[in-house]
Each structure stands twice: as structure tokens, then as C-alpha cells.
């Protein structure tokens, strides 16, 4: 640690690259290798589309089967299975509760950042502190307060939750990405005379934008594959995608084709949302380099 | 102007600034106020649970004996600890997360290194390594049980059988190392991110000084970059480790803790006991015992490793 | 330095927030619009004046799969009755069923159950008393119920849940297989003998195992094949004081036996089989014999999921010192204390269990497809009697055969054949199957495993003893 470093950028570049030294072969390597890595390391994920296009009697052999006669009838069985409800129903639960994490969370990552006083310390780890209990142990009684407030099996609940799950989360990584933002910006609005609300509006939102997009998109991931709250305060009316997809393992016969492709389906609005986005992502978590 | 805090400056309380306007009173309210929605929500939200929970853990109640609830005091968490059960399954949760938070962290670094240069169809790799991260994981887990550990139908054992190592049961052999197989492949994608945007936003200037000083990319990286990543893979290492310690559809869905107890972590050890032994009162007093064993050792942790908590930051 | 105006014209940035933030509220009023007033999308559609919604929480198996198809058909007969799933994994369901039932949940007006929960249940007050409904309802006639099968879903005389799906355990062997091996599969095999076959038959070299046996933890997995293995050999989990037997000689021998026979002739993994993998096997032709449920018929005789179709024989679980051994196990449907719908829950609980629904299935789905072991005249019907020729009747002779009331050598003081009708069992027995597990992993020795698990027992017992039970 004895490098003092210069006066940071004031705009990461997004690609920092050094200079291209040892010539083609290099990059040639460096390309076969990566391709080879990625293909490696979504070759689950390929398998699983692949299996959900299969009989089961071909989802599982020896040797595993490449080449088999395709057919939908697993989506067709997994679509007519009542997914519409679960989709509607992870999609406001996913998208309420992001909102109001955001709308949570940057006010707090602000005040902890830009603006800190004396407890930042213990506020931060308090609120990581609230994801230490696990869900486990406190389900039932969970399950058994929200009984008391005829609140089980309503969708409310769950983006309640989800908030709370999400929001120390969030909190942590916007405030990485408000203590991105340029003092100099600050003093600038400052002596402008700028009051707080546009100080914001003008001055940190714009800076910090992608820092939103990336931990909406983090919280978007983990309310929408979240389980176990769901499956335990939930019954007809308010069961997410996940809950779902646990519907299609049966103990007695075969499901692994039918699971792949509800899993497949599940999986595709947040792996679209993922792949528009991961530009933004990485854009967005370079902003937040923890300083 | 803001330095960055690899000067070694001395250690500073975050908290006063006093060029931000006059330290004034209502001054010190408006900074609070922003922070107040958040903070009130979540006390509520999460803490009235873990007083119920605190509340039913000295009961002894179990579901299915009605009538057999009656306050027990503290006679639960003796219980918990004289439980020999318990403590191996402690024992699997720290094996399983650190194990699991270093692998991924170390993979991610690898692979946020190879996907820092350019090469043709970056941006297509960069999106078949997220992936994993984006599958539920109940899916993920049984997809790593049944299509790739198998032993007689799986594609492992399938790709090492012509090396004459196919036929490996990795599930009983090995669970622990199956389940930690099948987190770390889905976390690797979020420490990868991570790092990468680390490497980055490392400022063009300083490496090409560097360079130009003639230092080898060893040195670079050992030097720079290194301290600037720093920062991320610390925030990878605390959040993986708070949501690992919690894992549970891996070991639910591919061993269900087994053989015996070998893969069995607290949340899977405490579920048991809630949704089999429907013993509610043992396992909320376990799930008391585990959030207190986890904010000491956060405690000391984060104090002593991360510079997030030794006040050694400033904001920009 | 230039302040904040500079920043406005900062490319990008600026401009995303707006475009974002307008996505977001669109995304979020549409969806709002639909559910705001309403608990879940699950609820859209329904309701209306006069209209009850029914809740059922199912596991999902696949005559349960084929029975939501069927709704529609009883939502037509029915129109003031609207009927919502929930259909989860056999474990998830139980633990989700058991926990809003034991604490006065309403959220299910029809829970499905097994004979395992019925009498505790009943017993405990939970569930409501189906007997009256029952003899009220004309056509239902609960005397066609098999009779075992009643038994077991009877409290104090009184029906408490009415069947819906029943089985037994037998063993599957291929034919032809042994007629290559000129072997010949006894009409009542034991289980010495059932290992000599194996042994003939196993053959490491192609990948075929003599026998398929389940060894998952679980209190319901591997423990059920076991527990019929320990009751055959004379062992059992207690005895008349309820002293836990677990490392008596009887059934330290059984579960040696057990543990040996997957050790030596046994499929690969296993220690985390189940059904789902001994299915496969089988039916991909990797398997000699398999001993489980009476519906293994489904994965077998199902050219979509199995090769072997027309080569599978059945015959009744193997025995040694018993008579029979086969297990009983129904998914039942019943109506929670808490219901508030108790009438249109006994409506359509009537339909789903009923004879004219037998009928219904088979149209319209199959007559394979009917769901077995509830109903002496399903075993009448011609069509079926044709289409499950080859396991009607080994499966009907096995769900005859198992008695719940008796199922041990030596008389006992609790029911239930491959599980301990008590309610701790869920969680002793998933313990005790967790060191079996390991045995038969190799991890452990077959003695320690069940000397743990023998503690494990004993402590239950403990309980037992002196009270009233």
C-alpha cells in the first residue's frame, strides 16, 4: 500500500485498457481461451434449455443426448399449468418492491455519504446486521404474526418483505456510488446556492444513474428467484414464479424435462432484463468504486 | 478534492465535516431526515419478526403436540448447544461459506482479468458468465444434482470417463464439495462483476506511468492494481459471506443434507427441526443463537479487516 | 470552474434517468392497476355475488396434475363454486399443509393429506368429520372404498379424509430378463431369494444392477422400503413398553440386509436415490429389479418415459418372516376445522373421489391414467381392467394385504406399516434415515448407525411411556 495514487478521473473510462504489447497471438489466445471458458461455464444453462425441448425419457441418459427429437410438449404443459398468475404476480412483486427499496434507499445512501453524521458506522451495520437472523428460524413465527393480520397469501406481504430483504443491500452498494460523486460537483451546487432537492436532481442523480440501474437490477434478481417467504406466505392467490416451479417436482415419476423448461421460462424475463442491462451494470459499478 | 485513502492518512472519524454548511443543529436534522424513511422501515419490518422469534424461542411448542406449549425459559438455547448435531453442522457452514466466498472471489478475479482486455465478442462472453447468476437457484441446484453430478447419467462423469475417472458418485462422496460446486457457480457471475468494474475504472494515467516506468505487469499488478481492487473484492467478501451463510436450496434440493449430516448447514439443520420436528421453539432459539454468533464475528471482522469500518474513508 | 450547468449537458447520463424512471412507472401502473384492491394475481377472474372460492393445497403428483385439468368440468356442474390450486413438491406441501393446519390457518379449504396425519389429525380436533357428508352425499358410497384403505383414513369409525390415490409397494423385475438367465421369479419371492437373483443378474461390466432400492434421507424415502425390510425380518421401531428396537438382532439384520444388498448389487449413487432415479434407471433398461410403490407402474408403462414397456412382471413385496409386506399409503383430500366453505369443500372433494370421476379419466385422459388404489369398483371396470392388465392385479392384491393396524411380527403399540403413526416420526425418522443414508454411503458402519439412531428413538419413547398412548 505505499502508492499514493494521483487525483482520481472525474469519469472512469469504461475501458482501461493497456496497451496492446505483445501483438496478435496473444489476443488470439487470450480470445480462444475466453470463448472457451464462457461456453464452459453456460454449458448448464445451454443443457437446461436443451433438456426442456426433450421427452423424459431422453432428459436423462447414458450417454447424455445431444441430438433427439424435439418437442414443446413440456411448455405447452407447463404454460397450461396456470403460469400466467404466478408471472403477474412475481412481476409487482419484483417491480414494487425495487421501487420502493430505491426510493428507500437512495435518501439513506445519501445521508450516510454525502451527508454523514455522527452513527454512520453503526447505521450501516445495523441494517446489515438485519440479514443475520435467518429466514429460516423466523418463518413460522413470521408466518404466524402475518396469520394474526389476515395478511397471508396477499401479494402486499410479500413486497413488504421483499423491501426489507433488499433494502440493506442497496444501501450499501448506492453508497459506494454516491462517494463517487466529485466533491468538487458538490462545493460547486453548494455555492450555487442550489437547495438539497436540486442538488440532487441535478448534480448526484445524473452522476449516480447508473449506480441505480445496477443495484435496481441486483434486487430485481433476488426478489424475483426469492423462495422460501414466498412459498411459506402464499397459497392460490399471491404464489410467484418460483413456487411454481417447485409445483412440477413430483415424488413419484419423472419431471426433469417439464422442470427445465418452466425453470427455462422463469428464468427469461430476468436473464433478458440481465443481458440489456449488464452494459449498464459494469458501467454502473465502475461509478461505485468503493473509495 | 477528495484523496483516495491508499495515502495513508490518519485515521479520521467519518463523521464531521464541517465545510458541508454550518454544523448547526438543524443542520444535523436534515442530514438525518433522509435516512429516516429507510431506517424506520426497516426497524420495523425486521425487528418486530426477531422479537416474535426471540418470544417463541423460550417456548417449548411444537406444532403437532397441541396443547404442549408452555414457556420454558432459556431451557432451549441450553439445548442448542448441548446438541452434538449442532455444532457439526456449525463446523459445515463455516467450511461451506468461506470456502465457497474465496473460490468464487478468487474465479471472479480470474475471469474479470480476462474479460478486462479486448478481444472479439467480449460483450458475448461477458453476458454467457452471467448467466448462472441470473437461474433460481432451486432450479440451478437441481440442474448440478441430476444433468451434471450424476453418477450414471451425468455430463461430469460423462466428459472424465474417457480419462477412466467417470464414475464417481461426487454427490455421496463428496457433498459438501457438490453443494459448494453448484454456489460457486452461480456466484462467481456477481464477484466477477464486481472486480471488473474495478479494473475498470482504474484510472488509464497511473497505469501507463507505471508502464512507462518500466515496472512488469506482475509488478502492475501487484502494486496498483491489487490496492484498488481492494475496495470490491472487500464488498464481494461481505456480501457473499451474509448471503452464503444463509444458503438452502443447494443443499435442500441436491443432498438434502446428507449422508447423515455431512452437508448440512444451519439454515437446512434449522429448517429440519422447524418443518419436520415442527419444534418451533428449538428452532427459533437456534435461529437466535446463529444471528448473535453472526453479528460478533461480523463485528470483529469488519473492524478489524475492512476499511468500510475503520473509519478510514472519507467521502468524495 | 463551470458548476452545475456543465453537468446538465454531461452525455447520457442526464437523459437516462428520465427515459428510465418513465419505463418504470409504466411497468409499475399496469400491473398496479390490475392487483391494487386485490390480494394476488391468483385471484383475478373469480369471484362475484354468490360465488364461494374453494382452496386446495395438492401435492403435485400426476393424477393430481390430471384431476386440475378435469376442473373445468366440475366448475360446469357447479357453477356457484370456484375452485383455486396449490400444487407443491410432496415435502414442501406437507411441511406448508402441516403448518397452517396446526396453526389455524385459513387459507385451505381442502388440504391434502395422508393416512399418515389423518388419525393424529383427527384426533387433535383439526379436521372436520367427513363421515355424515359422506353418508349424506347419494352415489359416494364410502363402504367401496378398499377397506384397508378406509381403515386407515377412519378415526373412532368416523371417515376423516376420503382417498383419493392409494398404493402399496411391490417388486418390478424384467421378464425377460430373467427368462434370459433362466431365471424364474417365485408368485411370493423372499428376500434370500431376491438377493440370489440379484446377484446372478448383476453385471458391473454393462451397467445393469441387480436391484434398485431407494436411499434418499428421508422419513418417506429411504425409510419406507426399509421400514417394510424391518417389519419382514421380525424387527421393529418399538416395542410394547416403548423401548426402541432399532439395534435389536432382528432389525439390525434387516437393515444389514438392506445396506449389503445396495452396497453389493445395487444401483450407482446409492445413497441420494429415490423414486425419480430408480425410474429412470428402469426405465432406461439399467435394472434388473426395483422395490417400491405399486405406482411405479406409471414410470414404467409410460412410452414416453420408459423403454421397457411390456417387459415388466410384478409381483408382491418380497417377505421373510411375514406374510405379507407390502405398504399402504394414500394421499387423502380433507376439509380443515377452520374451513369457512365446508359444502362446496365436501362438493368437490365428492367429485374428485367419486366413481362417475373414474369414468371422466378415463375418457378423457386414459384409462391408464385412473388414479389407483382407492375404490374396489375402479378394479371392476372393464376398460381398466384392460388397459393396467399387467399390474391390476399384483396391485390390488397388495393394497388388500396391507394392514396398517398390524404390520409387525410381534404386536406393537403404535400403526403404520413403513412409517410410526406418532408425530414426532417425521422428524425421528428423517434423523434415523440420515444415518442410514450414511451406511449405506459407506460413511458409517451399519452397528453405529443404528446405535445413533437407536438413541434417537429411545428419546421419543421415552415420551411414550407412562402416558396414555
Redesign the interface.
Given at each position: 500500500?505505499?502508492?499514493?495514487?494521483?487525483?482520481?478521473?472525474a469519469a472512469?473510462?469504461?475501458?482501461?485498457?493497456?496497451?496492446p504489447r505483445k501483438g496478435s497471438g496473444r489476443?488470439v489466445i487470450?480470445?480462444v481461451?475466453?470463448?472457451l471458458?464462457?461456453?464452459v461455464?453456460?454449458?448448464?444453462?445451454f443443457?437446461?434449455v436443451l433438456?426442456a425441448f426433450k421427452?423424459?425419457?431422453d432428459a436423462?441418459?447414458?450417454?447424455?443426448k445431444l441430438f433427439f427429437a424435439p418437442t414443446l410438449e413440456q411448455f405447452k404443459e407447463v404454460l397450461?399449468?396456470?403460469a400466467?398468475?404466478?408471472?403477474?404476480?412475481s412481476?409487482?412483486a419484483t417491480?414494487?418492491s425495487t421501487?420502493l427499496v430505491l426510493?428507500?434507499?437512495i435518501?439513506?445512501a445519501?445521508?450516510?455519504?454525502?451527508?454523514?453524521?455522527?452513527k454512520?458506522?453503526d447505521?450501516?451495520?445495523?441494517?446489515?446486521?438485519?440479514?443475520?437472523?435467518?429466514?429460516?428460524?423466523?418463518?413460522?413465527?413470521?408466518?404466524?404474526?402475518v396469520?394474526e393480520i389476515h395478511m397471508?397469501?396477499?401479494?402486499?406481504t410479500l413486497v413488504?418483505?421483499y423491501?426489507?430483504m433488499n433494502?440493506?443491500?442497496a444501501?450499501?452498494?448506492m453508497r459506494?456510488f454516491?462517494?463517487?460523486?466529485?466533491?468538487?460537483?458538490?462545493?460547486?451546487?453548494?455555492?450555487?446556492g442550489?437547495s438539497?432537492a436540486r442538488t440532487m436532481r441535478?448534480?448526484v442523480?445524473?452522476?449516480v444513474?447508473?449506480g441505480?440501474?445496477a443495484t435496481a437490477l441486483i434486487c430485481v434478481?433476488f426478489a424475483?428467484?426469492e423462495?422460501?417467504i414466498a412459498?411459506?406466505l402464499?397459497?392460490?392467490?399471491?404464489?410467484t414464479?418460483?413456487?411454481f416451479?417447485?409445483?412440477?417436482?413430483?415424488?413419484?415419476?419423472?419431471?426433469?424435462a417439464k422442470?427445465?423448461a418452466?425453470?427455462t421460462l422463469?428464468?427469461l424475463p430476468?436473464?433478458i432484463a440481465?443481458?440489456v442491462a449488464?452494459?449498464k451494470?459494469?458501467q454502473?459499478?465502475?461509478?461505485?468504486?468503493?473509495? | 478534492?477528495?484523496?483516495?485513502?491508499?495515502?495513508?492518512t490518519a485515521p479520521k472519524?467519518?463523521?464531521k465535516?464541517p465545510?458541508?454548511?454550518p454544523g448547526s443543529r438543524a443542520d444535523?436534522w436534515?442530514?438525518?431526515?433522509?435516512?429516516l424513511?429507510?431506517?424506520v422501515?426497516?426497524f420495523i419490518?425486521?425487528?418486530?419478526?426477531?422479537v416474535?422469534?426471540i418470544?417463541?424461542s423460550l417456548q417449548s411448542w411444537n406444532?403437532v403436540r397441541p396443547g404442549s406449549r408452555h414457556f420454558v425459559g432459556l431451557s432451549n438455547y441450553a439445548q442448542v448447544f448441548t446438541d452434538s448435531q449442532f455444532r457439526q453442522v456449525m463446523l459445515n457452514t463455516v467450511v461451506l461459506t468461506v470456502g465457497a466466498v474465496l473460490i468464487s472471489v478468487a474465479l471472479g478475479l480470474l475471469?474479470a482479468l480476462?474479460?478486462?482486455?479486448?478481444?472479439?465478442?467480449?460483450?458475448?462472453?461477458?453476458?454467457?458468465?452471467?448467466?448462472?447468476?441470473?437461474?433460481?437457484?432451486?432450479?440451478?441446484a437441481?440442474?448440478?444434482k441430476?444433468?451434471?453430478l450424476?453418477p450414471?447419467?451425468?455430463?461430469v462423469n460423462?466428459v472424465l470417463s474417457p480419462f477412466g475417472a467417470g464414475k464417481t458418485d461426487w454427490i455421496s462422496s463428496f457433498p459438501l464439495t457438490a453443494v459448494m460446486m453448484a454456489i460457486v457457480?452461480q456466484w462467481?457471475p456477481f464477484m466477477m462483476?464486481?472486480i471488473?468494474?474495478?479494473?475498470?475504472?482504474?484510472?488509464?494515467?497511473?497505469?501507463?506511468?507505471a508502464?512507462v516506468d518500466g515496472a512488469s505487469?506482475l509488478g502492475?499488478f501487484r502494486?496498483?492494481t491489487i490496492?484498488?481492487l481492494r475496495?470490491?473484492i472487500?464488498?464481494g467478501i461481505?456480501?457473499g459471506t451474509?448471503?452464503l451463510?444463509?444458503v438452502?436450496?443447494q443443499i435442500y434440493m441436491m443432498t438434502q443434507g446428507g449422508p447423515g449430516i455431512a452437508s448440512a448447514n444451519?439454515?437446512?439443520y434449522?429448517?429440519q427441526r422447524?418443518f419436520l420436528g415442527f419444534d418451533?421453539g428449538q428452532?427459533?432459539a437456534?435461529?437466535?443463537v446463529?444471528?448473535i454468533l453472526?453479528?460478533i464475528v461480523?463485528?470483529f471482522a469488519?473492524r478489524l479487516i475492512f476499511r468500510?469500518?475503520s473509519?478510514k474513508?472519507e467521502?468524495? | 470552474?463551470a458548476?452545475?450547468r456543465k453537468?446538465?449537458t454531461?452525455p447520457g447520463?442526464?437523459r437516462?434517468?428520465r427515459r428510465?424512471h418513465a419505463f418504470?412507472t409504466a411497468?409499475?401502473v399496469l400491473?398496479?392497476l390490475?392487483?391494487t384492491g386485490?390480494?394476488?394475481?391468483?385471484?383475478?377472474g373469480g369471484g362475484g355475488a354468490g360465488v364461494q372460492t374453494v382452496?386446495?393445497?395438492i401435492?403435485?403428483?400426476?393424477q393430481m396434475?390430471d384431476a386440475?385439468?378435469l376442473v373445468p368440468e366440475f366448475e360446469k356442474t357447479h357453477p356457484g363454486i370456484r375452485m383455486?390450486?396449490?400444487?407443491?413438491?410432496?415435502?414442501?406441501a406437507r411441511a406448508?399443509i402441516t403448518?397452517s393446519v396446526a396453526?389455524?390457518?385459513?387459507?385451505?379449504d381442502v388440504v391434502m393429506i395422508s393416512n399418515y396425519e389423518t388419525p393424529q389429525w383427527a384426533s387433535f380436533g383439526w379436521l372436520t368429520d367427513l363421515q355424515p357428508y359422506a353418508d349424506a352425499t347419494p352415489g359416494y358410497d364410502p363402504q367401496d372404498i378398499l377397506p384397508k384403505v378406509r381403515e386407515a383414513l377412519s378415526y373412532q369409525g368416523h371417515l376423516y379424509s376420503v382417498p383419493f390415490y392409494g398404493e402399496s409397494s411391490f417388486l418390478a423385475y424384467r421378464k425377460d430378463l430373467f427368462e434370459q438367465a433362466g431365471l424364474t421369479m417365485p408368485a411370493h419371492p423372499t428376500w434370500t431369494q431376491v438377493r440370489d437373483f440379484a446377484a446372478k443378474l448383476d453385471n458391473k461390466q454393462t451397467?445393469l444392477a441387480g436391484i434398485c432400492l431407494r436411499g434418499l434421507p428421508g422419513w418417506?424415502e429411504v425409510m419406507a422400503p426399509l421400514d417394510t425390510v424391518i417389519n419382514t425380518f421380525g424387527g421393529s421401531w418399538y416395542n410394547m413398553n416403548w423401548d426402541a428396537q432399532l439395534n435389536s438382532p432382528e432389525t439390525t439384520q434387516a437393515v444389514e440386509f438392506y445396506v449389503n444388498l445396495l452396497r453389493d448389487y445395487g444401483e450407482p449413487g446409492p445413497a441420494v436415490s429415490?423414486?425419480?432415479e430408480c425410474?429412470?434407471l428402469f426405465?432406461?433398461g439399467?435394472v434388473a429389479m426395483w422395490y417400491d410403490?405399486t405406482?411405479?407402474v406409471?414410470?414404467l408403462e409410460d412410452?414416453?418415459?420408459?423403454?421397457v414397456v411390456g417387459k415388466v412382471g410384478y409381483v408382491p413385496a418380497p417377505v421373510e418372516k411375514t406374510q405379507h409386506s407390502g405398504w399402504l399409503y394414500t394421499w387423502s383430500l380433507a376439509i380443515p376445522k377452520t374451513s369457512e366453505h365446508k359444502d362446496a369443500a365436501w362438493q368437490f372433494m365428492s367429485w374428485m373421489t367419486s366413481k362417475d370421476y373414474m369414468h371422466l379419466v378415463g375418457k378423457e385422459k386414459g384409462w391408464a391414467h385412473l388414479p389407483p388404489g382407492s375404490r374396489t369398483s375402479t378394479y371392476e371396470i372393464p376398460e381398466y381392467r384392460q388397459a393396467a392388465a399387467p399390474y391390476l392385479q399384483p396391485t390390488l392384491d397388495a393394497m388388500n394385504n396391507a394392514d396398517q393396524e398390524h404390520p409387525t411380527l410381534n404386536p406393537v403399540p403404535y400403526t403404520g406399516i413403513q412409517f410410526v403413526s406418532i408425530p414426532e416420526f417425521q422428524d425421528v425418522g428423517t434423523r434415523v434415515s440420515q444415518q442410514i443414508s450414511a451406511a449405506i454411503a459407506g460413511h458409517s458402519s451399519v452397528a453405529d448407525a443404528l446405535k445413533e439412531s437407536q438413541k434417537y428413538a429411545q428419546t421419543v419413547g421415552d415420551t411414550y411411556k407412562g402416558a396414555a398412548k
Amino acid at each position: 500500500m505505499s502508492t499514493s495514487t494521483v487525483a482520481p478521473p472525474a469519469a472512469p473510462t469504461s475501458t482501461s485498457e493497456p496497451t496492446p504489447r505483445k501483438g496478435s497471438g496473444r489476443k488470439v489466445i487470450l480470445a480462444v481461451v475466453a470463448w472457451l471458458v464462457g461456453i464452459v461455464f453456460v454449458f448448464p444453462v445451454f443443457w437446461m434449455v436443451l433438456t426442456a425441448f426433450k421427452q423424459e425419457a431422453d432428459a436423462y441418459t447414458s450417454p447424455p443426448k445431444l441430438f433427439f427429437a424435439p418437442t414443446l410438449e413440456q411448455f405447452k404443459e407447463v404454460l397450461g399449468s396456470g403460469a400466467g398468475p404466478a408471472l403477474l404476480n412475481s412481476l409487482f412483486a419484483t417491480v414494487v418492491s425495487t421501487v420502493l427499496v430505491l426510493l428507500l434507499a437512495i435518501p439513506a445512501a445519501f445521508a450516510v455519504s454525502l451527508r454523514p453524521v455522527g452513527k454512520t458506522r453503526d447505521v450501516l451495520f445495523f441494517f446489515i446486521s438485519t440479514k443475520m437472523l435467518p429466514v429460516v428460524a423466523a418463518i413460522v413465527p413470521i408466518y404466524v404474526v402475518v396469520n394474526e393480520i389476515h395478511m397471508v397469501d396477499n401479494i402486499w406481504t410479500l413486497v413488504v418483505l421483499y423491501t426489507a430483504m433488499n433494502l440493506p443491500i442497496a444501501i450499501w452498494m448506492m453508497r459506494s456510488f454516491f462517494l463517487e460523486v466529485p466533491g468538487a460537483l458538490l462545493e460547486a451546487a453548494s455555492i450555487d446556492g442550489a437547495s438539497l432537492a436540486r442538488t440532487m436532481r441535478e448534480v448526484v442523480l445524473p452522476v449516480v444513474s447508473p449506480g441505480i440501474a445496477a443495484t435496481a437490477l441486483i434486487c430485481v434478481i433476488f426478489a424475483w428467484n426469492e423462495f422460501f417467504i414466498a412459498v411459506n406466505l402464499t397459497a392460490a392467490q399471491a404464489g410467484t414464479v418460483p413456487v411454481f416451479l417447485v409445483g412440477f417436482i413430483t415424488s413419484e415419476g419423472l419431471y426433469f424435462a417439464k422442470l427445465c423448461a418452466a425453470a427455462t421460462l422463469a428464468a427469461l424475463p430476468v436473464v433478458i432484463a440481465g443481458w440489456v442491462a449488464q452494459n449498464k451494470l459494469v458501467q454502473g459499478l465502475s461509478f461505485g468504486a468503493v473509495k | 478534492m477528495t484523496t483516495t485513502i491508499e495515502a495513508a492518512t490518519a485515521p479520521k472519524r467519518a463523521a464531521k465535516r464541517p465545510e458541508h454548511g454550518p454544523g448547526s443543529r438543524a443542520d444535523g436534522w436534515s442530514r438525518r431526515i433522509p435516512l429516516l424513511p429507510a431506517l424506520v422501515f426497516t426497524f420495523i419490518v425486521t425487528q418486530l419478526p426477531f422479537v416474535v422469534t426471540i418470544y417463541y424461542s423460550l417456548q417449548s411448542w411444537n406444532l403437532v403436540r397441541p396443547g404442549s406449549r408452555h414457556f420454558v425459559g432459556l431451557s432451549n438455547y441450553a439445548q442448542v448447544f448441548t446438541d452434538s448435531q449442532f455444532r457439526q453442522v456449525m463446523l459445515n457452514t463455516v467450511v461451506l461459506t468461506v470456502g465457497a466466498v474465496l473460490i468464487s472471489v478468487a474465479l471472479g478475479l480470474l475471469l474479470a482479468l480476462m474479460l478486462n482486455r479486448a478481444f472479439p465478442g467480449r460483450g458475448v462472453v461477458r453476458t454467457m458468465l452471467i448467466t448462472p447468476f441470473l437461474i433460481t437457484p432451486v432450479a440451478a441446484a437441481l440442474l448440478w444434482k441430476t444433468t451434471l453430478l450424476d453418477p450414471t447419467y451425468g455430463l461430469v462423469n460423462f466428459v472424465l470417463s474417457p480419462f477412466g475417472a467417470g464414475k464417481t458418485d461426487w454427490i455421496s462422496s463428496f457433498p459438501l464439495t457438490a453443494v459448494m460446486m453448484a454456489i460457486v457457480w452461480q456466484w462467481t457471475p456477481f464477484m466477477m462483476l464486481l472486480i471488473l468494474a474495478g479494473l475498470q475504472s482504474q484510472p488509464a494515467d497511473v497505469l501507463e506511468a507505471a508502464a512507462v516506468d518500466g515496472a512488469s505487469t506482475l509488478g502492475i499488478f501487484r502494486e496498483v492494481t491489487i490496492p484498488h481492487l481492494r475496495r470490491f473484492i472487500e464488498l464481494g467478501i461481505v456480501l457473499g459471506t451474509i448471503y452464503l451463510i444463509n444458503v438452502f436450496d443447494q443443499i435442500y434440493m441436491m443432498t438434502q443434507g446428507g449422508p447423515g449430516i455431512a452437508s448440512a448447514n444451519l439454515p437446512f439443520y434449522i429448517y429440519q427441526r422447524a418443518f419436520l420436528g415442527f419444534d418451533i421453539g428449538q428452532s427459533a432459539a437456534m435461529g437466535v443463537v446463529v444471528a448473535i454468533l453472526t453479528t460478533i464475528v461480523a463485528t470483529f471482522a469488519l473492524r478489524l479487516i475492512f476499511r468500510t469500518f475503520s473509519g478510514k474513508e472519507e467521502a468524495a | 470552474m463551470a458548476p452545475a450547468r456543465k453537468l446538465i449537458t454531461q452525455p447520457g447520463w442526464a437523459r437516462k434517468p428520465r427515459r428510465w424512471h418513465a419505463f418504470l412507472t409504466a411497468l409499475l401502473v399496469l400491473p398496479a392497476l390490475a392487483l391494487t384492491g386485490c390480494a394476488g394475481a391468483g385471484a383475478l377472474g373469480g369471484g362475484g355475488a354468490g360465488v364461494q372460492t374453494v382452496t386446495v393445497a395438492i401435492v403435485s403428483n400426476a393424477q393430481m396434475k390430471d384431476a386440475i385439468d378435469l376442473v373445468p368440468e366440475f366448475e360446469k356442474t357447479h357453477p356457484g363454486i370456484r375452485m383455486r390450486f396449490v400444487s407443491l413438491s410432496e415435502n414442501q406441501a406437507r411441511a406448508k399443509i402441516t403448518a397452517s393446519v396446526a396453526t389455524g390457518g385459513t387459507e385451505f379449504d381442502v388440504v391434502m393429506i395422508s393416512n399418515y396425519e389423518t388419525p393424529q389429525w383427527a384426533s387433535f380436533g383439526w379436521l372436520t368429520d367427513l363421515q355424515p357428508y359422506a353418508d349424506a352425499t347419494p352415489g359416494y358410497d364410502p363402504q367401496d372404498i378398499l377397506p384397508k384403505v378406509r381403515e386407515a383414513l377412519s378415526y373412532q369409525g368416523h371417515l376423516y379424509s376420503v382417498p383419493f390415490y392409494g398404493e402399496s409397494s411391490f417388486l418390478a423385475y424384467r421378464k425377460d430378463l430373467f427368462e434370459q438367465a433362466g431365471l424364474t421369479m417365485p408368485a411370493h419371492p423372499t428376500w434370500t431369494q431376491v438377493r440370489d437373483f440379484a446377484a446372478k443378474l448383476d453385471n458391473k461390466q454393462t451397467g445393469l444392477a441387480g436391484i434398485c432400492l431407494r436411499g434418499l434421507p428421508g422419513w418417506g424415502e429411504v425409510m419406507a422400503p426399509l421400514d417394510t425390510v424391518i417389519n419382514t425380518f421380525g424387527g421393529s421401531w418399538y416395542n410394547m413398553n416403548w423401548d426402541a428396537q432399532l439395534n435389536s438382532p432382528e432389525t439390525t439384520q434387516a437393515v444389514e440386509f438392506y445396506v449389503n444388498l445396495l452396497r453389493d448389487y445395487g444401483e450407482p449413487g446409492p445413497a441420494v436415490s429415490s423414486f425419480g432415479e430408480c425410474a429412470t434407471l428402469f426405465g432406461q433398461g439399467n435394472v434388473a429389479m426395483w422395490y417400491d410403490a405399486t405406482s411405479v407402474v406409471f414410470a414404467l408403462e409410460d412410452p414416453s418415459q420408459s423403454k421397457v414397456v411390456g417387459k415388466v412382471g410384478y409381483v408382491p413385496a418380497p417377505v421373510e418372516k411375514t406374510q405379507h409386506s407390502g405398504w399402504l399409503y394414500t394421499w387423502s383430500l380433507a376439509i380443515p376445522k377452520t374451513s369457512e366453505h365446508k359444502d362446496a369443500a365436501w362438493q368437490f372433494m365428492s367429485w374428485m373421489t367419486s366413481k362417475d370421476y373414474m369414468h371422466l379419466v378415463g375418457k378423457e385422459k386414459g384409462w391408464a391414467h385412473l388414479p389407483p388404489g382407492s375404490r374396489t369398483s375402479t378394479y371392476e371396470i372393464p376398460e381398466y381392467r384392460q388397459a393396467a392388465a399387467p399390474y391390476l392385479q399384483p396391485t390390488l392384491d397388495a393394497m388388500n394385504n396391507a394392514d396398517q393396524e398390524h404390520p409387525t411380527l410381534n404386536p406393537v403399540p403404535y400403526t403404520g406399516i413403513q412409517f410410526v403413526s406418532i408425530p414426532e416420526f417425521q422428524d425421528v425418522g428423517t434423523r434415523v434415515s440420515q444415518q442410514i443414508s450414511a451406511a449405506i454411503a459407506g460413511h458409517s458402519s451399519v452397528a453405529d448407525a443404528l446405535k445413533e439412531s437407536q438413541k434417537y428413538a429411545q428419546t421419543v419413547g421415552d415420551t411414550y411411556k407412562g402416558a396414555a398412548k
